[in-house]
């Protein structure tokens, strides 16, 4: 067996368009591709798996990716299950992100890191969970002071944040070093499971630090400005806040 494909996702958010080829290919229905590398996201912490498409220039044939997933420590690849006949292995494609799709989602999950930064900062509040949808997203929080009074007040904070332009930074590191970090109990990392030896956090300097897998943009300017879209009261403790960005190309 082969080493894991590199994951290029977890270390350059930014690339969309790389060569590859394809190592393994499974399933009956939906075709699942193996590449030696790629840049797909396969979903996780609330953000969803990337879409692209994978293109053969030998002779021009083009797979459409609906979906990517982990199986065991690899991301596979699903293509449209009507699509014809799949690549072969030791086929060399470029494979190609839904880009639009995935930077909205990128500038999405930043702002709910900045909304929780806020939240955990002005109001000590905890996350237990949140998900996304490209340009708008919720997150619920252990926030029993909570109140649609507090919705203006909440999202003008955020925006302040966003236009401070903050960086946002990717950071891997050991797992007693992460444990170290006070921030990262709220985030829940000492949740993650014992054979993870390597914690990848992301930090909004100045603001919020999580144990996280997603992917983010490189700056808070490159979200722009959100609104809060709705307030929930899911029980006395537990209160879910909506949001969208104002720009959501
Ligand atoms: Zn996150």
Redesign the pocket.
């Given at each position: 067996m082969t080493s894991t494909g590199e994951q290029l996702a977890y270390s350059d958010a930014y690339a969309n368009s790389i060569g590859a080829t394809v190592r393994d290919v499974e399933g009956d229905g939906a075709p699942l591709i193996v590449l030696d590398r790629t840049i797909f996201y396969p979903g996780g912490?609330?953000?969803p798996a990337d879409r692209g498409v994978l293109l053969r220039a030998a002779d021009g044939r083009s797979w459409t990716v609906r979906s990517a997933k982990k199986a065991g420590a690899e991301i596979v690849h699903e293509l449209e299950p009507d699509g014809g006949d799949p690549p072969r292995v030791g086929d060399a494609l470029q494979v190609e992100l839904d880009w639009a799709r995935r930077f909205a989602l990128m500038r999405t999950?930043t702002a709910?890191?900045a909304l929780?930064g806020v939240v955990w900062r002005d109001h000590g509040a905890l996350v237990t969970g949140?998900n996304m949808e490209p340009g708008s997203g919720r997150m619920d929080f252990e926030f029993e002071s909570m109140s649609g009074d507090l919705v203006d007040s909440i999202e003008a904070a955020v925006n302040a944040e966003l236009a401070a332009e903050r960086d946002v930074r990717v950071n891997v590191l050991p797992r007693a070093e992460a444990f170290a970090i006070p921030d990262l109990i709220r985030t829940k990392v000492n949740l993650l499971p014992e054979g993870i030896e390597q914690i990848r956090t992301?930090e909004i300097v100045g603001l919020d630090l999580?144990a996280?897998?997603?992917t983010?943009v490189a700056n808070t300017r490159e979200v722009g400005q959100i609104r809060v879209t709705g307030y929930e009261s899911k029980g006395r403790i537990n209160k879910r806040i909506r949001i969208e960005l104002v720009d959501p190309a």
């Amino acid at each position: 067996m082969t080493s894991t494909g590199e994951q290029l996702a977890y270390s350059d958010a930014y690339a969309n368009s790389i060569g590859a080829t394809v190592r393994d290919v499974e399933g009956d229905g939906a075709p699942l591709i193996v590449l030696d590398r790629t840049i797909f996201y396969p979903g996780g912490g609330g953000q969803p798996a990337d879409r692209g498409v994978l293109l053969r220039a030998a002779d021009g044939r083009s797979w459409t990716v609906r979906s990517a997933k982990k199986a065991g420590a690899e991301i596979v690849h699903e293509l449209e299950p009507d699509g014809g006949d799949p690549p072969r292995v030791g086929d060399a494609l470029q494979v190609e992100l839904d880009w639009a799709r995935r930077f909205a989602l990128m500038r999405t999950h930043t702002a709910l890191h900045a909304l929780c930064g806020v939240v955990w900062r002005d109001h000590g509040a905890l996350v237990t969970g949140g998900n996304m949808e490209p340009g708008s997203g919720r997150m619920d929080f252990e926030f029993e002071s909570m109140s649609g009074d507090l919705v203006d007040s909440i999202e003008a904070a955020v925006n302040a944040e966003l236009a401070a332009e903050r960086d946002v930074r990717v950071n891997v590191l050991p797992r007693a070093e992460a444990f170290a970090i006070p921030d990262l109990i709220r985030t829940k990392v000492n949740l993650l499971p014992e054979g993870i030896e390597q914690i990848r956090t992301i930090e909004i300097v100045g603001l919020d630090l999580q144990a996280d897998g997603g992917t983010h943009v490189a700056n808070t300017r490159e979200v722009g400005q959100i609104r809060v879209t709705g307030y929930e009261s899911k029980g006395r403790i537990n209160k879910r806040i909506r949001i969208e960005l104002v720009d959501p190309a």
